[in-house]
């Protein structure tokens, strides 16, 4: 009883040696599931729209994201190449703020209309001398000191006083520039005066020429710097942006799903026969090579026979190629395996002649062929030896009174076709008629 135990051990070697017998029947099961999942595939696939309208839209999102991204680059790029520019070319920039010249004027108003007073026109004699748009009359001066005239705009900056008159400032980092601008301002105010002669009169006086310390300029220079470090913290942020953008993953096509269906299909399908051929092994608990009789049997080996020889057929040769190297198999005759089990037998038998061999295989065996081969090779031993090959279909009552009139019997089991549970009933029956069991042929 303990050996029957025994079988609820997985023998992974004789698992796989059943694999290799069934090796049709695997790859049967494995191609009807690659083509019936690749199929599957097909059907669902072939007309869904779905994943590439939603393919199409993350691309453009995606594109539309680095195309902002491109052009925000560019715009700071081109803004702090302006800026440097600027920083280059501009007077103001570029002036030593604790050595500067600064140049101050008043413009005093006389109204016309006695009703009127200074401070009513200072805005307007204000703006047509520092407005925007209105500092075109500073175009020659800017051309004969090799500068643009935005440069020379930003060195006048004004104030209306509480008087009514307006006070000019001139900044600039050398008197002679200076006084060209003041004679242009000067020029400016004569025309203000002429064009408005009928509502006022005005004129630029007190003018002061100096050197001091501007604190805006200092603050106006310091902010270049930290403009120009936004700008490129900015470019940073935007390449940041850009890098981290992950661009969509294209649908995969329909035939590249039905290959995958099928290949998903031939792997299910292979586990699927897997788990069936072991469900099997586990259950139905088969004798499946030598060992097994030993192990399971406690009896000896009389010899071991290929099933495809027995039928007569070549076994594939993958297959064979396989179990040879496996050392699962070998590659004796069958001529040659009779001619073992004859002398294994006429060995092991001692004084016993009459055998009897028992125990049910496939109709696919021949073995009454089998038996008459081996008889013949014992005859040649000794006259007296018979070899009688008990019928499968017969009851036990008529096994036993087969058995009473032998002298020893051999059972015969056949590869992944006797259990355990048979064959040990078989060894009981010998056990209970006290009859010798010689050994196990392996059909």
Known sequence: MNNSQNIFRMNVRNLWYLILL????????????????AGLYYVQNKDNTSEQEAYDTQLSYYNTQVNLCNENITNVQQQIEDLKAYKENSILMNIDPYDEVFTTGYVYIVPTDPEKTAADYANMVAGSVTGNGAFDYLESVATAHGTELR???????????????????????DAELNEAIYAAIVEQVETVSEEYADLFTCSITDVVTARRVDNNIVTKQSNYNT??????????????????????????SLKVKVIKGGVFGFILGF?????????????????????DVTSYMGEKNLGSFSKDLLKGKKAKLLTRHVMKKLGWVNDESTEETVNMVATNIA?????????VAIGKVSEKIDTEKLRSEIEARLKKRNADFTLTLAPDAMTSAEEREILAKSDAAIILAEKNGTNVEEAQSEKQILTDLKKECIGVILL
């Open 271 to 291: 586990i699927l026969v897997f788990v069936v051929i072991v469900i099997v092994y586990m259950i139905k608990q088969a004798i499946q090579n030598e060992a």
């Open 227 to 252: 403009q120009l470090q936004a700008f490129n913290q900015v470019i940073t942020t935007q390449r940041t942006t850009l890098k981290n953008l992950v661009a969509p993953s294209a649908p995969q």
């Open 22 to 37: 069934k090796i049709k029947t695997v790859a049967l099961f494995s191609i009807v599931g690659a083509v019936a999942l």
């Open 347 to 355: 060995n092991y038998s001692g004084d016993s002649r009459k055998l």
């Open 151 to 173: 440069y020379l705009q930003e060195l006048i900056t004004y104030a209306v006083k509480d008087g009514g008159s307006v006070l000019i400032n001139i900044t600039g980092n």
